[in-house]
């Protein structure tokens, strides 16, 4: 059990807070989100990043925000539509959650992202960090954000060895973030510590003559930047193997809609068929994709073919698929159809 008066004993709490502060305000990355500290653009820009680099975020935040200016617009509109504008971006559990979270804010909370954390964080597909981040970003509340790029910099700033990649963990470090913060500038601390993860105090090479905080990090004074953040391997991912089936008809290809729970929820494809299920396909190969989910890894090997195996299947023409959400595996396969025609 971490002892946190032992950690910060002879730990100067205030010098760290104002060299990463007075660091942020002055090297901090001119994003999008950061123009304005409206909790409902915090809110999207916050979703939107987890799990996806901010340089593939600012073009979707930039369309998404054009579209739906303010939480009232997102609440109204259908959520085909929401889900659409999020193409592209995976995770799109992500995007549900948040447009049922926002609809009930727009009804129950006349609109007003609540700053009160027991209400905020009880909106659907809201967890710790998202609750840290809203509450202190847009309202300046000392509540701590833990992701990735905080615990890295908590782990060498104090020296702490606990295995980043267990739960459990990440409440050490909310532990280490409340006692640090400056409760007065809490919005720059969150957003300093994440900067600082993701400019400076990076996974491998981190560029330590660059760090406002090198003078007290742990880390640095005793040359194990390699070896901290401990994060033990996760176990492989599973490997799935498909067979795609493309078939044109007056003009039109036949889409599949996936089931409204589970991986890609709802989203249009060419028809799948699970490859151990030893069916004989009668087709053209057209190549095959390649596709990783955190857990999981596609392989789709795609056919043109002249029959389906099935009748459950939606034929759509130019005009309607293009108003269909699909995943980037189903826009892989249609390249691919794409880079056939070309060759005819």
């Known amino acids: 059990m971490l002892n946190l008066d032992k950690l910060f004993t002879n730990y100067n709490i205030h010098h760290f807070n104002e060299e990463l502060v007075t660091w942020f305000n002055r090297e901090k990355r001119d994003l999008p989100w950061r123009h304005e500290k409206n909790p409902y653009r915090v809110w999207v820009s916050e979703v939107m990043l987890q799990q996806t680099r901010v340089d593939t975020v600012i073009p979707y935040y930039n369309r998404f925000m054009e579209r739906f200016p303010t939480l009232e617009d997102l609440a109204a509109a259908d959520t085909d539509e929401v889900v659409k504008y999020w193409e592209g971006l995976g995770y799109y559990s992500r995007v549900r959650n948040l447009h049922e979270a926002v609809k009930e804010v727009a009804s129950v909370y006349e609109g007003i992202v609540p700053e009160e954390k027991e209400r905020f964080e009880k909106l659907k597909g809201v967890g710790p960090y998202t609750t840290g981040a809203v509450l202190s970003i847009a309202y300046n509340q000392p509540e701590p954000a833990v992701d990735g790029n905080v615990m890295r910099v908590m782990s060498r700033q104090f020296g702490i060895y606990d295995d980043i990649a267990l739960p459990k963990t990440r409440k050490i470090f909310e532990q280490v973030v409340r006692r640090l913060m400056d409760p007065t500038h809490a919005s720059d601390f969150n957003e300093g510590v994440m900067e600082l993860g993701a400019t400076v105090c990076t996974p491998k090479n981190p560029m330590c003559s660059l760090c406002p905080v090198q003078d007290t990090c742990y880390a640095y004074a005793h040359h194990v930047q390699d070896e901290l953040p401990v994060k033990t ?5 599973r490997v799935e193997m498909y ?12 889409y599949e809609q996936r089931p409204d729970k589970g991986l890609l929820a709802g989203m249009w494809q060419y028809p799948l068929m699970d490859r151990g299920t030893g069916e004989q396909l009668n087709g053209t190969y057209l190549g095959q994709v390649k596709h990783v989910f955190s857990h999981i890894v596609w392989y789709i090997d795609l056919y043109r073919v002249d029959t389906l195996p099935t009748d459950d299947v939606v034929w759509l023409d130019a005009s309607e698929r293009e108003v269909k959400t699909v995943s980037v595996a189903q826009q892989k396969l249609e390249r691919l159809v794409g880079d056939e025609r070309e060759t005819i």
């Open 233 to 237: 391997k996760k176990g492989a991912a």
């Open 243 to 254: 067979d795609a089936l493309c078939i044109e008809k007056d003009g039109k290809i036949a």
